[in-house]
């Protein structure tokens, strides 16, 4: 039997398959690719092939296909014992160099043309050779390429001429009665024209979007250029005024130090003359004691007894006024440089990021789920803890400290401190409507006092939504918004550090419905409240 690789890709991952398997309608796929398509459809119950598109109910049970594997393994084992056949050197994947011509036998020239027909590439000489012998015979000609055998259908062995739009995919005119029979079909041809409009859109798109990205990157560098010429103005003015405050303390102090040596030398000078006066009045009374004494010998009683006091000279008064002035220069310095500290922590280079696409904020998704503990009892739950309805049937949860007990709320698991992306489906009968909150951790749960409802207290920020009206509350303060339509989806973007909060009105476009701009001083997490009759799911988003 002869086969090709062809025959044992699997149509998913484009490889040979690996643990084949065939389901109902005939069709093998690996089973990891099988079974990842179905795992995606699990929710809807309907199971479909991804070539025919013929559906299942209940899921298959999938068998391995034990031909196939052996054929796998043999078509293994020959391509690592085959020596490796020369690549064509090809300088783009739409053209050729170095195709050498299939007709030459010593020397292979390089081949100018290719014929569809004959599927062979030609040098000039054999070319000639070949117009001659099929002139008039329709043979298609083109640039020499090494993919011929691309180009031709391995079921039929017929050129690919046809553009299956269905399966998305080239096949031949045999194949147009049988497997892709009432598909929506073009030729190939046209099925180039429409694919080379999308990819020209897309080159205008992402040129659009280069011309953006380098002028948002030259203004950045223009903003970190100036901020470095801010810096270093500020610190030249900063040394600046530093050397003028130590010259001018170095001269107080030089002045303070002249100050204390010439009191010194006055109260000095004092002491030495009273010290002269004393020693004088010293002499003074020792000849008056003299005196006295004469006086005693010739009387018999003493006159009197004089005695003095002397001052005691003391410098604390200036140690003291000096440490004072220490006290107060420290803490002038102090506060100071704790004033410019703080100005400086408020100059950025550039705000935070304004993003305009959906593509831009799903970089930041995450994936939310609801804290089984946090979720109210009239509330039920569903697929995996992202679906959350109002129910007229008590749900017998069990008592946690986490559990909201009079507010219909429920609290997701995940905190989120830097940036982060999320959205939800909601939907009301009418007039009921649901909150779309972020909180801190914080928040009181059981109660029924603003302390603990979202939007009514300083720890959450709430956009409430209706078909007809939406309004955001923070601190117990309502803001009514100008808006008379709301989506049934709603984005929420966080940006933790930069203290912005923004809801989004998700629908093929980006409308923004609110922004708030705050400070965060605790992680957020994602909280929802219901009104009667209302349902929150939050969407898994892909990035």
């Known amino acids: 039997l002869s086969y090709t690789t062809d025959q044992f890709m699997c149509p998913v991952c484009l490889d040979l398959l690996k643990d084949p398997v065939t389901i109902p309608c005939g069709h093998s796929y690996c089973k990891g690719c099988i079974s990842g398509c179905w795992d995606e459809e699990d929710w809807k119950g309907i199971y479909r092939c991804p070539q025919c598109r013929q559906t299942f109910t209940p899921r298959p049970v999938l068998g391995k296909n034990v031909v196939f594997a052996e054929m796998v393994e043999k078509l293994k084992k020959t391509r690592l014992q085959a020596a490796p056949s020369p690549v064509p050197t090809l300088h783009h994947h739409t053209g050729s160099v170095d195709v050498k011509c299939d007709s030459c036998t010593l020397i292979k020239r390089k081949a100018v043309k290719s014929c569809l027909e004959c599927r062979s590439s030609y040098c000039q000489n054999h070319l000639k ?44 005119v045999l194949c147009l009665v049988d497997e892709h029979k009432n598909h929506d079909t073009v030729s190939t041809a046209a099925a180039r024209t429409e694919k080379q409009r ?20 030259q203004e950045l560098r223009e903003a970190v250029a100036s901020h470095k010429r801010f810096a270093q103005t500020a610190v030249e003015d900063s040394e600046r005024i530093f050397t003028e405050i130590i010259r001018s303390i170095e001269k107080r102090r030089s002045e303070v130090k002249q100050l204390i040596r010439d009191q010194e030398r006055a109260a000095v000078s004092r002491a030495e ?14 000849r008056r004691d003299t005196e006295l004494k ?46 410019i500290s703080g100005t400086v922590k408020t100059v950025q280079v550039i705000g935070a990021p304004e993003y305009q696409t959906r593509e831009e904020f799903l970089q930041y998704s995450g994936l939310l789920t609801v804290d089984p503990n946090s979720v109210f009892y009239w509330l039920h739950l569903s697929e995996g803890n992202t679906v959350m309805t109002v129910t007229d049937t008590h749900q017998r949860y069990p008592d946690h400290p986490d559990r909201f007990d009079s507010w219909a709320e429920a609290l997701c698991r995940e905190s ?18 649901v909150d779309i909150a972020v909180t801190y951790k914080s ?28 309004s955001f509350w923070h601190n117990n303060i309502e803001t009514v918004l100008p808006v008379t339509h709301v989506s049934s989806r709603i984005g929420v973007f966080v940006d933790h550090s930069a203290g912005t909060l923004s809801f ?11 922004r708030v701009q705050t400070t965060f001083t605790q992680p957020l997490y994602a909280v929802f409240g219901f009104d009667r009759q209302a349902v929150v799911k939050l969407c898994r988003l892909t990035n």
Request: negative net charge; charged residues 30%.
């Open 294 to 339: 004469q006086f005693s010998e010739a009387q018999d009683h003493v006159h009197f007894l004089q005695s003095l006091c002397l001052s005691h000279l003391s410098f604390d008064n200036v140690v003291e006024s000096v440490s004072r002035l220490r006290d107060k220069l420290l803490q002038f310095c102090t506060e100071t440089i704790e004033n």
């Open 129 to 172: 050779q070949h117009e001659n012998l099929f002139r008039g015979k329709g043979h298609n000609l083109m640039d020499a390429t090494g993919r011929l055998q691309e180009m031709m259908c391995p079921q039929h062995d017929k050129m690919l001429e046809v553009y299956c739009r269905t399966d998305h995919r080239c096949i031949c």
């Open 416 to 433: 989120v401190t830097g940036r982060c992306y999320w959205e939800v489906e909601w939907s009301g009968d009418g007039t009921s409507g």
């Open 443 to 470: 928040i009181k749960r059981k109660g029924g006092g603003s302390e603990c409802a979202a939007g009514r207290n300083d720890k959450s920020w709430n956009l409430y939504c209706t078909p007809t009206f939406c």
């Open 504 to 514: 989004y009105s998700v629908s093929d476009t980006m409308s923004l419905i609110h």
């Open 198 to 217: 999308h990819l020209e859109g897309k080159q205008r798109k992402f040129q659009k979007i280069i011309q953006q990205r380098e002028k948002d990157l």
């Open 273 to 286: 003359a009273r010290v002269e006066e004393l020693e004088q009045e010293i002499n003074d009374l020792k």
